[in-house]
């Protein structure tokens, strides 16, 4: 059973940083593309950053060059760096990994539980 786990959120300024991470556990999995979504209350979940398994990366234009994600495919581990945040960036921050069993060409999608991150102004 695989499960993703996220950690990093939580309150800043306007300005300041935080550092997410999500970590998948479980075993006999290969994952594809990596991506963070974001979501605010009365809002459709947006993405904001994704990444496939060779590092292409693709950003929401209102967090290009503030946001840089990355992956560690040896710890099966995503990150996002955020940076100069907006009080706009304020929303619970969901990873996704789309995942496969090795031999197989279907992947299906995983999400963590999610992580708060607040900004104040």
């Known amino acids: 059973q695989v499960q993703l786990v996220e950690s990093g959120g939580g309150l800043v300024q306007a300005g300041g940083s935080l550092r997410l991470s999500c970590a998948a556990s479980g075993s006999n999995f290969i994952i594809n593309a990596m991506a963070w979504f974001r979501q605010t209350p009365g809002k459709q979940r947006e993405l904001v950053a994704q990444i496939t398994r060779d590092g292409i990366t693709k950003y929401l234009d209102s967090v290009k060059g503030r946001f840089t994600i990355s992956r560690d495919n040896a710890k099966n581990t995503m990150y996002m760096q955020m940076s100069s945040l907006k009080p706009e960036d304020t929303a619970v921050y969901y990873c996704?990994?789309?995942?496969?069993?090795?031999?197989?060409?279907?992947?299906?999608?995983?999400w963590g539980q999610g992580t708060q991150v607040t900004v104040s102004s």
């Open positions: 996704n990994f789309a995942i496969r069993r090795p031999f197989s060409t279907i992947s299906r999608d995983y």
